[in-house]
């Protein structure tokens, strides 16, 4: 097979104008969905090669190897892509069950009640332990 043939499927992709899909990560065994980040092709491209999670980080402009920092990998199980190709569900085994910067399961862990948002998942893990220098 040679690389077009090998590229086509990202060829499908609908990424954005800045070059971005979004990607949900979701517990493959449970269905919880555990974050919201976003790929480029290469990001994309990596992470189904590797099967390992890598995103594009905004704010820092590179790739993000989830986990890398943490040690909490995503090993991805499954892509896939929606009916309208611009958003990207990745069901994976989250290393560790913690996706959250802040050390919780899933980075939805506020729930909008009475007008107010309600921390409702405790946090696992300090993340001052998490990240650690």
Not at 9 to 19: E, K
Not at 73 to 88: A, F, R, S
Not at 94 to 110: D, M
Request: aromatic share 8%; hydrophobic share 35%.
């Amino acid at each position: 097979m040679d690389s077009t043939d090998t590229d086509n499927w990202l060829d499908q992709v609908a990424f954005n104008s800045d070059g971005l899909v979004p990607a949900i990560a979701q517990d493959a065994a449970t269905g919880r969905v555990l974050m919201m980040a976003w790929m480029n092709r290469e990001s994309l491209a990596l992470t189904a090669e590797s099967g390992k999670a890598v995103y594009w980080s905004r704010s820092r402009s590179q790739l993000w190897r989830k986990g890398e920092s943490s040690g909490h990998e995503q090993l991805v199980e499954k892509i896939q892509l929606d009916c309208d190709g611009d958003t990207l569900v990745l069901h994976v085994t989250q290393k560790g069950g913690i996706a959250c910067h802040t050390g919780r399961e899933s980075c939805f862990f506020l729930t909008l009640n009475d007008g107010q948002w309600d921390t409702t998942e405790d946090v696992l893990k300090d993340p001052k332990h998490i990240y650690q220098k």
